[in-house]
């Protein structure tokens, strides 16, 4: 399993190639959709099936379902904070944000949420505690928030692929940069994920939107994550870049954001034509298996 006991490992086979002091640039958002576009296509990739499905929140029955169990998840670790998530939070609701839902297939039963926010319409809201450094002033930026999971090792499982769905959102979303915050000890997770600390120089950053504690702020090149993942050797690339999940349903009937983004040769990179082939939001009589089961984040 991978878990924070494993996190050390990782990070000490990925130390050198992880970025020092201020970072570059991210590639622009055609350098990333040509990256992705030189992939396999879906036929080339595994399938694995999931024991849940996770789709975008797309009514109100459906978001409440999700802070129910973001209210239950953080009562976990945080009850003072968890208080105060008992409706749906503006946020939710902006545009620019997704809630994710992850349900079991076979009940329906809810078992994980995130949400996420881009800087597509206003300012991600980490800013309002820490204003980003200029090298991520002019990129497109998504922020997941609100990470809420089943305990024991289903919701490590959750908490994996509502990250793939996260990552793969960024791709056909044309994002620079997944932004995250997050307390310690929690944030070697990300770092284990070979994210890197936006403000390495500087103690925990108490964070207005998530009750005033302090976190750190962590960020990932999404147009080089791939290639990262890859040449250290990171026990989660096959599951995040060579596996196909069509439990990771991310389109919406109307919606143009996921599953439609095109490189200029107009042609469907292969994460665009897993979110166009997962915009079947149908529950099918499939085997239920989750192999990824292995490779999991710590919840």
């Not at 997704?98 to 800013?127: C, K, P, S």
């Not at 929690?186 to 284990?192: F, P, S």
């Not at 990771?248 to 954001?257: A, Q, S």
């Amino acid at each position: 399993m991978f878990d924070l006991a494993q996190a050390s490992d990782v990070l000490s086979i990925t130390h050198a190639d992880r970025p020092a002091g201020n970072l570059n640039l991210a590639s622009s958002p055609a350098t990333a959709r040509a990256a992705v576009s030189a992939t396999p296509g879906i036929g080339a990739l595994r399938e694995e099936r999931l024991p849940f499905v996770v789709t975008i929140a797309s009514d109100e029955s459906s978001l409440r379902d999700a802070v129910a169990m973001r209210q239950a998840a953080y009562g976990r670790h945080l009850p003072e904070l968890a208080a105060t998530l008992t409706e749906p939070e503006v946020s939710d609701r902006e545009p620019g944000s997704v809630v994710l839902v992850a349900r079991a297939r076979l009940d329906g039963a809810v078992l994980g949420t995130m949400r996420i926010q881009t800087n597509r319409y206003q300012a991600l809201h980490l800013e309002d505690s820490a204003p980003l450094p200029e090298w991520l002033d002019s990129t497109a930026l998504a922020e997941a928030t609100r990470l809420g999971v089943v305990a024991g090792p289903v919701g490590r499982v959750v908490k994996t692929a509502l990250f793939k769905a996260f990552y793969q959102y960024c791709l056909v979303s044309g994002i620079d940069w997944m932004v995250i915050t997050a307390r310690p000890p929690l944030h070697r997770q990300y770092e284990a994920l070979m994210f890197a600390d936006v403000f390495p120089a500087q103690g925990l950053i108490p964070m207005a939107h998530v009750g005033g504690i302090g976190h750190r702020v962590l960020a990932l090149d999404v147009a080089q994550a791939r290639t990262r993942w890859q040449s250290a050797g990171h026990p989660l690339f096959a599951y995040m870049c060579l596996t196909h999940h069509p439990d990771l349903r991310l389109g919406m009937p109307g919606e143009g954001e996921v599953g439609q983004a095109r490189n200029d040769g107009g042609s469907v990179p292969v994460e665009a034509s897993v979110g166009a082939h997962l915009r079947d939001l149908s529950f099918g009589a499939d085997e239920v298996r989750c192999v990824a089961a292995g490779y999991s984040l710590a919840v």
